[in-house]
Structure formats: C-alpha cells, structure tokens
C-alpha cells in the first residue's frame, strides 16, 4: 500500500473528512485531497502530525512507498543547501560592502 493510500484508510478509518484533517493540521481540504491521490505529499514535520492525528507510526505510514521517503531525503538536502547557499551569499555581500564602500567595522576587545 502507497503513502497516499494509508492517509486516506487511515482518516477513513478514524471516521475524519479531508475538511476535519485539513483544519487540524492547518493545511486546505484541498492540500489533503492531493495528498489523498498522490498528487503532492507533506513534510516531514506533517507527517509526524499525521501520525499523531491517527495514532500510528510515521513507520507505518511510510513503510513500503520508498518514492515518498526518497523525495523527502531529497527535500531536506535541497532545503539544507538553500541555507548554506543563502548564508554564503549574505556573507560576500557584507564583505563587498566592507571592502568597497569603507564601512567601519568596529570589533570589540575581549
């Protein structure tokens, strides 16, 4: 059985609409929806919510539907060079403008 497949047995079975879920885990009833049909899935952080929202496992969820674990190791790595990228970037930019435009940079002594 798919990830999408278990979300949706396992809000059927707790007897919740794609609405009742939707307003428990601040998302659109149509986010759930495509969740539902395999369209898009959650992050990570839904999907521990997810668990707890139906009392199981984010094991049992994801067990099984490697392509679900695949492309969230994917969006952590993707978002974890986002941050070094934009870290990088912001750090030559401040020293452009110490370099370029004389900014005084003071540095306490300890």
């Known amino acids: 059985m798919t990830f999408h497949e278990k979300i949706k047995q396992c809000r059927e079975e707790n007897e919740l609409s794609q609405e ?44 099984g539907d490697m392509i679900v674990v695949r492309k969230l190791a994917v969006k952590e790595r993707s978002f974890k060079w986002l941050i070094i990228g934009s870290s990088i970037l912001f750090g030559a930019f401040l020293l452009f403008l110490v370099l370029m435009i004389g900014i005084e940079v003071v540095v306490p002594y300890g």
């Open 20 to 63: 009742a879920v939707a307003e428990q885990l601040h998302v659109s009833r149509q986010t759930v929806s495509k969740w539902e049909r395999g369209i898009n899935q959650p992050d990570i952080e839904t999907i521990v919510r997810l668990s707890d929202l139906f009392d199981v496992s984010v094991d049992q969820l994801l067990r």
